[in-house]
């Protein structure tokens, strides 16, 4: 962020020291910003905001501007603060035909014009003719079609033809744009022109929506021309090309050739020259030396933001053959800056061990404090393997895709040589797992526990079900369930994450995971659909439930004996003694036992599960006894992570009966991995 302020700052001064020697002088054209089209300040305070939600605001507005002015992007969202009612969600769309300068331009306009319209509102938008900002104190990255204005040409016409010419471009437009990238469509025939888009936090159903949600005839009836607003979405369409051309190149104004000796010579009016020549010397000298100055200054920034975006670039562009890529992977899109390991390592007094969060399959999380008082969790990455790489970049890949409030927040990246570190919004409680575990002596009450479920669930529904393309998390597990201040679910870990294509029900991959938590048919066949993840999801149920920890416990076995016996509440942690709803407690089970069913054609959605948890809908499904996988090696135990190649074989076998033997029990989802255990 710094460096483009510098860079900015740099160029400015060059800018001023060329239009002061030549007038006629420009780097570029200007965007000419039209007035608001509208602005609508919402929720006005009696007073002044609060001093939290100004600075909070004022850094989101900053960010916006930095982010836009780098020329690379035309739309974001944001969030800052920790919570409350001083949090500030923010979003910023230029309309998709506007070329990044002019879309810096207009953001910059937008940026600095909507705090003076709307000074006492904690919540605000503002629409001009090319770009669109709004923000709030809370939360609006939904579908929203409530109507906010309409323009209408005042020439009207009843012309059979203009008036079929204008249903084609519209009906093309508003099937387009969901279909499209950034939801953005144009559509033109030789008598009419039209666009489309919708905010780039909906999905393509939530998009096709909005935009079917209102009628072009309704707001514009017989116009020659239109513009319609929705709060999620907007089109317009008119009888002459209103979308703007690309930009002109950059170009330096004409001067006369340089004479022998390397002198600029201007022409000027008869007499004596020397006085112009050794002003313009002079004025040429300290271009130079404010540039070389102002070069020095950005310098260090340059080495360690720039240098790292390109180091991430690179890495992708050498990884593209391992990163998943059964979508197009999204790369820091928008949301997540590039930090210095100097920033990283101020913030967690250069990872000192009292730091220290925790240690995952893939690197060391610590905790960190920048220096505007921030509050961040960094995940030190090894990237001694190949896994490790690929953790990395999928991890920022998908997070910078995704916004949920059941779901972590990346906060951004650093890449320096070999050092991979992310950067995450810190949360103040920890694991499920510290909450299921001994270290744990915090007790969960029976609401809390019932809103971890749902949280829980509501998170995995917006990966499979709601975000641009479906995401199988592969890892659910109390470790990666973090808990906010409020004790809200988020989950975390998105370094197995993988995408897959809208019209795929499953792909065969290498297995990777968590042992205990692996469905059936993944650890077996490597078969991966979302029902892996709803298996998964369905054992943790059990685990907050009952208190008992997979790996400690017959865990599946126990809560089917005590099912088919109708005895599920004697399943209820002890420590919860009678505090409980006994009704919420014997969905909640029923529901889990669905979502380990065996085959997972019998698995209920996610959003199936949603609506069965909140008692809006009767649960017909009657789950049958599970089946299990039993473990063919002694040495490794629940909770072990793994991360398998197609090519890598593993030993497992079903049982209907996980009783007998030798065998250790762990909870229906055990595995001998020949990558990282020897067979006996």
């Not at 605001?57 to 020329?71: D, P, W």
Request: glycine share 6%.
């Amino acid at each position: 962020m710094e460096v483009v302020q510098y860079a900015l700052w740099r160029c400015s001064i060059i800018r001023l020291f060329l239009q002061l020697l030549f007038p006629t002088f420009s780097i570029a054209q200007q965007l000419n910003p039209l007035g608001p089209l509208y602005s609508t300040c919402m929720r006005n305070t009696t007073t002044s905001l609060t001093a939290t939600f100004a600075r909070n605001l004022n850094t989101t507005l900053r960010n916006f501007t930095n982010l836009a002015s780098q020329e690379s992007s035309k739309y974001a969202i944001a969030t800052a603060g920790s919570s409350g009612l001083d949090m500030v969600y923010a979003v910023f769309q230029c309309r998709g035909d506007l070329s990044p300068r002019s879309c810096g331009e207009c953001v910059q306009n937008v940026t600095a014009r909507l705090p003076q319209e709307c000074p006492k509102s904690v919540g605000a938008r503002i629409r001009v003719d090319g770009c669109f900002l709004r923000y709030d104190n809370q939360s609006f990255f939904s579908l929203d079609t409530t109507y906010v204005m309409s323009l209408c040409s005042t020439a009207k016409t009843s012309d059979a033809v203009m008036v079929s010419a204008i249903a084609d471009v519209m009906k093309n437009v508003t099937g387009e744009a969901p279909r499209q990238e950034g939801w953005w469509a144009t559509a033109s025939t030789s008598l009419m022109y039209a666009a489309a888009q919708c905010l780039g936090y909906l999905n393509q159903s939530e998009c096709a929506q909005c935009l079917s949600s209102s009628s072009y005839r309704a707001a514009c009836d017989f116009s020659l021309g239109g513009q319609v607003y929705l709060a999620s979405c907007a089109y317009r369409f008119e009888a002459y090309n209103f979308l703007q051309a690309p930009d002109a190149a950059i170009s330096a104004p004409n001067l006369p050739a340089s004479p022998p000796g390397g002198r600029v010579i201007l022409p000027s009016p008869a007499g004596n020259k020397a006085p112009i020549i050794i002003a313009l010397s002079v004025a040429l000298g300290v271009i130079i030396v404010v540039g070389a100055a102002c070069a020095i200054l950005v310098w260090h920034y340059k080495a360690s933001h720039i240098k790292g975006k390109a180091e991430l670039l690179a890495i992708k562009a050498g990884m593209d053959k391992q990163v998943d890529r059964a979508a197009a992977p999204i790369f820091l899109q928008n949301k997540a800056w590039v930090f210095s390991v100097e920033e990283l390592e101020e913030a967690t007094g250069h990872f000192h061990p009292t730091n220290k969060l925790g240690e995952g399959g893939f690197g060391i999380v610590y905790k960190g404090t920048l220096s505007n008082g921030e509050q961040i969790a960094i995940k030190k990455l090894s990237i001694e393997r190949q896994q490790g790489k690929q953790a990395f970049l999928n991890e920022i890949n998908l997070m910078t895709s995704v916004q949920h409030k059941n779901l972590i927040r990346l906060l951004g990246c650093c890449v320096e040589g070999p050092k991979r570190l992310l950067v995450y919004e810190y949360l103040l409680n920890k694991s499920l797992d510290f909450f299921l575990s001994a270290r744990g002596n915090r007790i969960l009450n029976w609401s809390t526990r019932y809103g971890i479920v749902v949280g829980m669930a509501k998170g995995l529904a917006y990966l499979h079900e709601e975000s641009h393309t479906q995401i199988i998390h592969r890892d659910i597990k109390p470790s990666n369930i973090l808990l906010d201040d409020q004790l809200n679910p988020v989950i975390a870990d998105f370094g197995l994450a993988r995408l897959v294509k809208d019209d795929a029900t499953h792909v065969n991959t290498g297995v990777a995971g968590t042992i205990g938590y692996l469905a059936p048919e993944y650890a077996l066949n490597g078969v991966l659909s979302e029902k892996v993840d709803v298996f998964s999801f369905g054992l943790v149920t059990l685990e907050v439930i009952t208190g008992k920890q997979n790996v400690h416990s017959r865990l599946l076995t126990w809560v089917w004996e005590k099912y088919r016996d109708e005895k599920v509440l004697e399943l209820v942690d002890e420590k919860l003694g009678n505090a409980f709803a006994p009704e919420q407690v014997i969905r909640v089970v029923h529901v889990a036992l669905l979502c380990t069913q065996e085959n997972p054609k019998q698995r209920p959605t996610m959003s199936r599960v949603i609506l069965w948890l909140s008692g809006m809908s009767a649960i017909l499904e009657i789950p049958i006894r599970p089946t299990f996988l039993v473990y063919n090696d002694s040495t490794a135990s629940a909770g072990d992570s793994i991360h398998q190649s197609t090519s890598t074989s593993s030993t497992c076998s079903q049982s209907t009966n996980a009783f007998g033997g030798e065998v250790p029990w762990i909870s229906g989802g055990v595995l001998s991995m020949s990558e990282i255990i020897d067979p006996r």
